[in-house]
């Protein structure tokens, strides 16, 4: 399999500059938003850090809690299945499903369905599949996968939404008015609700205590696809086992402030026994999770609960798009956890960084994010999987940086080159620092010379 | 093997070493006011319509829902034209206009009503109509999450939901829409809760 190149990948993105310019603004905005909010929480730090606790705490008892879970869901009456990977995943869900005669499925946001690529799997099979959250919708009618964990379409602006819909909803081409298109979205997909055999969500958060299901969201999708089948399907990685209700005090709070810097979603539901004459089912599934949790430097990335703070906040993601990743989770979380899934595919995401460390400090769990892209580097460059480019400037990069008089030589010269160089050889493939950016003028001082003139000794 | 007992297994080698879970303090919150939850509820788009001084609920609603069809209510004292059952199949409240429940408490900090089955009577009613009246004993509000988390209902209900405004949406270019799949708009009416009287229906009309 060829890797993602994830420069490569984000240049299609970059040359639409008016995209780029309102994903940047928009996924800011949402940064801004979210510490105006948590500026108003006194305990906010301690709230993080208590998060960060329970989580590193269940991880280390998960094969009890998930027990507990399952035994307090089957006395509930909700059916539980266990899935290895993604392909057991989609088997539990189809069988469900054919044994039951279900020929339509809606269903809400879920990143494990996206990991799973659960819908062309059901859809192969007869089924069929409607995503009923306004953003997850636009990208299955654009057969796209999710740019966002959170916006699943917030690398489109409004007239993609008014084309992606003309052509698969039959709108109005001519009319890309928010209003006119979110509505049209909520009437095409309000019969399928009414009518659709089975419903299904993820779960932000799976209680052990109770078995309850908790899924966040603000449309309403969840609960409507909920409560009008008579089969729910819930698919749940592993990790979002909590041990008690009270904790959702501290998750909950913390959520969709990080996310989208609002106190709570509009929407959030607790779903522990099926109604009456109805069926209830969960799916736990591992799919590569029990061998991250077994990763020294790379387990408390399951601590994650998905709030996308620190993709808004990564000046690499939001200036490349999620698309570009090439993989179901991007930004930092992504950039951490996809070679979790496969090293030599997502070897150039921990690249996609400038280790800033923002990601690390909006993290309502603590995730060590920003170190854990450098221990990744680490792995893949003692793994030899570097490209070859960058694998001799690092070696390079590397002499230079060990000798001061050879340090000093090379800043000098690089100050000049960029005076004197002609363009032809500034931008030219040979230098990634030219592409798509001009090479800043250099000052008319080193460091070292501003230093040695106004403190120095030599 | 099952997988079942696979995936336990390789999870129990991989677990690392035990870490404690933390006991939960006391977070001092404001004790709770109906002004905050107020501001948080329009904060969240939801709208707050205090009875009239003298007024009656059902001219109440009738006011604020001129053009309502169809009222379905879930509570006692609202009686609207079709009477909610827990037998009714749920699609069958697809033409509600305004659907009336009373909430089992209110959260200050976030505007948020907790609703269960026991107040919805049928679970849809919270999502299906094109608008939501619920009702708020101000004597039911709690400060922050962490006291409404204490609610028993959390163990008992089958389903239990927070509801904060109206269903929402910002998903083209981050233009706030209200309505997006579930209700359109949501409003609180603040009323003491008075015990039902024995015998008394669930909004027969």
């Not at chain 1, 009618?141 to 916006?151: A, C, F, K, R, T």
């Not at chain 1, 969500?201 to 409507?224: H, K, P, Q, S």
Request: proline content about 7%; aromatic content about 6%; glycine content about 6%.
């Amino acid at each position: 399999m060829k890797p993602v190149d994830h420069a490569e990948a984000s240049s299609h993105f970059i040359q639409a500059s008016d995209h780029i310019e309102f994903h940047d603004r928009r996924l800011w905005d949402l940064r801004t938003k979210r510490d105006r909010e948590t500026a108003t929480i006194p305990e906010w730090e301690q709230l993080r850090t208590l998060a960060s606790q329970i989580k590193e705490h269940t991880l280390s008892h998960l094969a009890d809690y998930l027990e507990q879970f399952e035994r307090q869901a089957q006395a509930n009456g909700v059916t539980v299945h266990w899935a290895r990977d993604a392909a057991e995943h989609n088997q539990v869900v189809h069988d469900i499903l054919a044994a039951r005669g279900a020929r339509t499925l809606v269903k809400s946001k879920s990143m494990l369905t996206d990991e799973c690529e659960m819908r062309p799997f059901l859809e192969q099979r007869g089924i069929a599949v409607i995503e009923t959250d306004l953003g997850e919708r636009i990208q299955q009618l654009d057969d796209e996968p999710p740019s966002h964990i959170v916006v699943p379409a917030v690398h489109k602006l409004r007239s993609d939404v008014a084309e992606v819909f003309a052509r698969t909803l039959g709108t109005d081409p001519a009319n890309s008015d928010v209003h006119y298109l979110a509505e049209s979205q909520r009437q095409t997909t309000r019969p399928h609700f009414l009518q659709a055999d089975a419903g299904m969500t993820g779960a932000n958060f799976a209680v052990a205590e109770t078995g309850a299901i908790v899924v966040c969201t603000n449309e309403g999708n969840a609960d409507l696809s909920v409560h009008l089948p008579k089969v729910y399907i819930a698919s749940v990685g592993i990790e979002k086992i909590i041990p008690r209700t009270e904790h959702l005090g501290v998750f909950v709070r913390m959520l969709s402030r990080s996310a989208l810097g609002s106190p709570i979603t509009q929407m959030t539901s607790h779903f522990r026994v099926p109604r009456p004459g109805t069926e209830m089912h969960v799916v736990l599934v591992d799919n590569g999770r029990a061998e991250r949790l077994g990763m020294a430097d790379f387990w408390t990335s399951l601590k994650c609960i998905r709030c996308g703070a620190c993709m808004n906040t990564c000046p690499v993601y939001r200036r490349s798009g999620g698309l570009s990743y090439g993989a179901t989770y991007s930004g930092p979380i992504g950039v951490i956890i996809d070679p979790t899934y496969n090293l030599r595919k997502y070897s150039a995401l921990p690249f996609a960084s400038t280790l800033n460390g923002s990601c690390t400090a909006v993290c309502p769990v603590r995730i060590d994010i920003h170190d854990q892209i450098f221990k990744w580097r680490k792995v893949i460059a003692e793994r030899n999987a570097l490209p070859f480019a960058k694998r001799q400037a690092m070696k390079m990069g590397g002499k230079l940086l060990a000798s001061p008089r050879l340090f000093r030589a090379a800043v000098e010269a690089a100050g000049a080159g960029v005076e004197y160089l002609p363009r032809v050889m500034l931008y030219s493939r040979l230098n990634a620092w030219g592409k798509q950016r001009e090479v800043p003028a250099a000052p008319a001082m080193t460091f070292r010379q501003w230093y040695l003139k106004h403190r120095g000794r030599p | 093997m099952s997988t079942r007992d696979e995936l336990l297994g390789r999870i129990r080698r991989s677990q690392p070493a035990a870490r404690p879970l933390p006991p939960l303090p006391e977070f001092e919150a404001p004790p709770p006011s109906v002004a905050a939850f107020r501001a948080a509820l329009e904060r969240m788009g939801g709208h707050w319509a205090e009875l009239p001084a003298g007024g009656r609920l059902a001219s109440h609603v009738a006011a604020l829902f001129p053009d309502a069809q169809v009222v379905c209510s879930a509570t006692d004292e609202v009686r609207g034209r079709r009477a909610l059952d827990p037998a009714l199949p749920p699609a069958s409240l697809a033409d509600v206009d305004v659907g009336v429940v009373r909430a089992a408490l209110g959260v200050a900090e976030t505007g948020s009503v907790l609703l269960t089955e026991s107040q919805l009577v049928v679970e849809a009613i919270g999502f299906l109509p094109q608008h939501l009246l619920v009702l708020l004993d101000p004597a039911r509000i709690v400060p922050t999450l962490h006291q409404a988390y204490c609610d028993p209902a959390f163990g008992l209900a089958r389903y239990a939901v927070f509801l904060t405004g109206p269903s929402a949406t910002a998903d083209i270019e981050g233009v706030l829409i209200h309505g997006a799949q579930g209700v359109r708009s949501l409003t609180v009416v603040p009323l003491a809760e008075v015990p039902s009287r024995p015998g008394s229906g669930t909004g027969a009309a």
